[in-house]
T-cell receptor, first 114, second 113 residues
Framework: AQSVTQLGSHVSVSEGALVLLRCNYS??????LFWYVQYPNQGLQLLLK??????LVKGINGFEAEFKKSETSFHLTKPSAHMSDAAEYFC????????????FGTGTRLQVFP | DTAVSQTPKYLVTQMGNDKSIKCEQN?????MYWYKQDSKKFLKIMFS???????INETVPNRFSPKSPDKAHLNLHINSLELGDSAVYFC????????????FGPGTRLLVL
């Protein structure tokens, strides 16, 4: 079965600091991976996705993620955090047996301090 | 202008009641979903429909019954509400395929007293 694991349920950074949110996947076939963001009291919004093209994927709001097969990772980064980045971030993998199904990680809450 | 909309936004009700949540998307997608997000923010798919046909039904109690009158609408009816049903319910839509982006509604916050 496929799964994603997000290490760290809470991450705190200072404004202007590097953001690193970790996601490791488990999959028997090349995975399709997603990062979604959920701002307080809102629905989820796609940040970026990996669909087996370039391994370095650029997304919205200055975020990017690198697919590393050797490490089974798809970590999300942003060079300089902004106060508006404070949100819940979810990594997800597309189910190989069901094209409509996304399997989500448990989420990481990002706090940004001034 | 809203892509995926849900009503109501908040729902407070007593145990044992029956309630419905409505979802509409104007993105022209043929696949729609219901997700449940619990108090720990864990997000799990409940159902998906493709062109009004049920595709995914994830071990959800029979008290939950989705209905898709057309491919732009997917409603969720819940019978005999229980305390454990308290959660945020999200509707989403997408084109079909493993690489497709799912677009989420704003959520319906259900509190069962």
């Amino acid at each position: 079965a496929q799964s994603v694991t997000q290490l760290g349920s809470h991450v705190s950074v200072s404004e202007g600091a590097l953001v690193l949110l970790r996601c490791n996947y488990s999959s028997s076939v090349p995975p399709y991976l997603f990062w979604y963001v959920q701002y307080p009291n809102q629905g989820l919004q796609l940040l970026l996705k990996y669909t087996s093209a370039a391994t370095l994927v650029k997304g919205i709001n200055g975020f990017e993620a690198e697919f590393k097969k050797s490490e089974t990772s798809f970590h999300l980064t942003k060079p300089s955090a902004h106060m508006s980045d404070a949100a819940e971030y979810f990594c997800a993998v597309s189910d190989i047996f069901n094209t409509d199904k996304l399997i989500f990680g448990t989420g990481t809450r990002l706090q940004v301090f001034p | 202008d809203t892509a995926v909309s849900q009503t109501p936004k908040y729902l407070v009700t007593q145990m044992g009641n029956d309630k419905s949540i409505k979802c509409e998307q104007n993105l022209g997608h043929d696949t729609m979903y219901w997700y449940k997000q619990d108090s720990k923010k864990f997000l799990k798919i409940m159902f998906s429909y493709n062109n009004k046909e049920l595709i995914i039904n994830e071990t959800v109690p029979n008290r939950f019954s989705p209905k898709s009158p057309d491919k732009a609408h997917l409603n969720l009816h819940i019978n005999s509400l229980e305390l454990g049903d308290s959660a945020v319910y999200f509707c989403a839509s997408s084109d079909r395929g493993r690489t497709e982006t799912q677009y989420f509604g704003p959520g319906t916050r259900l509190l069962v007293l």
